[in-house]
Nanobody, 127 residues
Framework: QVQLVESGGALVQPGGSLRLSCAPSGFTLDDYAIGWFRQAPGKEREGVSCISSSDGSTVYADSVKGRFTISRDNAKNTVYLQMNSLKPEDTAVYYC????????????????????WGQGTQVTVSS
């Protein structure tokens, strides 16, 4: 079965850090761009960050620039989202998704080109 599995979500205090992981089942990530999305209660899903498969190019939402870092370790077949200086507004279910295409900043306008999705991991930032 082809799917993605996210892990690393937790309850953390404001200012804290978490690292989310995204690993595939049934395929390898080498040829795929990986995007991280999030959806907070009552809000639409939004793109957070994306990393290309080829040269490691990345894009970030303005709301997370300077705080979040996306990276990939193809040897471990895993993509990470390091989240620092977390804020209550970062609270959401975080999803990773895989696509054959990296469209740069167009990532933030549409997600139709992502083929595989994970089930999500909950991140809660609260004191």
């Amino acid at each position: 079965q082809v799917q993605l599995v996210e892990s690393g979500g937790a309850l953390v205090q404001p200012g804290g850090s978490l690292r989310l992981s995204c690993a595939p089942s049934g395929f390898t990530l080498d040829d795929y761009a990986i995007g991280w999305f999030r959806q907070a209660p009552g809000k639409e899903r939004e793109g957070v960050s994306c990393i290309s498969s080829s040269d490691g190019s990345t894009v970030y939402a303005d709301s997370v620039k300077g705080r979040f870092t996306i990276s990939r370790d193809n040897a471990k077949n895993t993509v990470y989202l390091q989240m620092n200086s977390l804020k209550p507004e970062d609270t959401a279910v975080y999803y990773c998704a895989a696509s054959r295409y990296f469209l740069g900043s167009a990532f933030f306008g549409s997600s139709w080109y992502f083929d595989y999705w994970g089930q999500g991991t909950q991140v809660t930032v609260s004191s």
